[in-house]
Each structure stands twice: as structure tokens, then as C-alpha cells.
């Protein structure tokens, strides 16, 4: 968040110098505002150009390897131009490269991304046959076998997005 806020403001910095030295090449025939207005105008379109781009760039950072299992979008008051085009706040993924299926089972770790917040990451078992999911926060070591016939599962929907996802993207048939 910070490195964005520097970002920014040097973006309008170096707008409102360009129109500086622009004015210095016209002689002062730009008026008196368009040095405010191109600074301003350059961080605003900066900081819109952040706001969606933010999903596709912290997809990148995981890999080619990962998979989006659901994307939160938001429409939000004080953005008015998210009433046009709701704007990515969270997403959900999966690891594709670290993905081991057991008879059904998929075996994955699953992001879970926010935008100005901290990410995490929790191992979990999608059971594609039974629709339901377990959050292996003891861990996947050794003895996959057991430690799925203990987890703590979830019954989930045929139609929930991250099942949908593993059972239909991850899984090796």
C-alpha cells in the first residue's frame, strides 16, 4: 500500500513537471491550471489502473500454475466508476502445481487474497465425489490417507466454486 501511495505521488510529480517544462517550451501558453489538472488527472488514472489491474497482477505473482476459484467483485460508493464496472476487492485460488488427487480427492493449497490486506494460505482436501471440503491446518504430510479420514470436512454444494474448480480444472482424471 505504501509503495502505491509513493507511486502516486510521484506520477502526478512527474505530470505536473512535464507540463512545467511545457510550459517553458510554449512560452506560458498553457493556462494557469493545467499543471494542477495534469498532476491530479495522472494520479487519479493511475490509481484506477491499480484498482483493476490488482486481480490479474497478484494472479501473475502465484504462477502460471494457479487457478482463480472465485473473484469477489464490488461496487463501491465512494468509487463511483465501480457502478460501471464493479472492481476485484478478493479472490480465492488454487495451486495447481501443488495439487495431488487421491481417488477423487484433491489435494491443494488454496490463497485466499484481499486487496490492501494481507494474503493467506490454508491446505485443504476437495472430495469431488461427496462435495465436500476439509481444511488441513494440521497439515498434508506424510500419511495423506490418514490425515484425510480425520479431518474435520465440510459438506459443501455440487455448485460451490473452489469444489468446482479443483474437481474440474486440478483434478487428473
Known amino acids: 500500500m505504501l509503495f502505491e501511495f509513493i507511486a502516486t505521488l510521484s506520477l502526478g ?3 505536473a513537471g512535464l507540463v512545467l517544462l511545457l510550459q517553458k517550451f510554449t512560452r506560458g501558453a498553457l493556462p494557469r491550471f493545467a499543471m494542477p489538472a495534469a498532476a491530479g488527472l495522472a494520479m487519479f488514472a493511475f490509481t484506477i489502473w491499480s484498482e483493476y489491474s490488482w486481480a490479474a497482477r497478484s494472479m501473475a505473482a502465484l504462477g502460471p500454475d494457479a487457478v482463480v476459484a472465485r473473484a469477489i467483485e464490488q461496487k463501491q460508493v465512494w468509487r463511483p466508476w465501480t457502478y460501471l464496472a464493479p472492481v476485484t476487492t478478493r479472490l480465492i485460488a488454487l495451486d495447481g502445481a501443488k495439487t495431488k488427487d487421491f481417488d477423487g480427492t484433491v489435494v491443494t493449497d488454496m490463497y485466499l487474497l484481499s486487496r490492501w490486506q494481507d494474503g493467506a494460505v490454508v491446505p485443504v482436501a476437495l472430495d469431488c465425489l461427496l462435495n465436500r471440503r476439509a ?14 479420514q480425520s479431518a474435520d470436512w465440510l459438506a459443501v454444494g455440487a455448485d460451490d466454486p473452489v469444489l468446482r474448480a479443483a474437481c474440474d480444472t486440478l483434478r487428473s482424471d
Not at 491446518?137 to 490425515?147: M, N, Q, R, Y
Open 13 to 15: 510529480a512527474g505530470a
Open 135 to 148: 481444511d488441513l491446518f494440521a497439515g498434508h504430510g506424510e500419511d495423506i490417507k490418514v490425515t484425510l
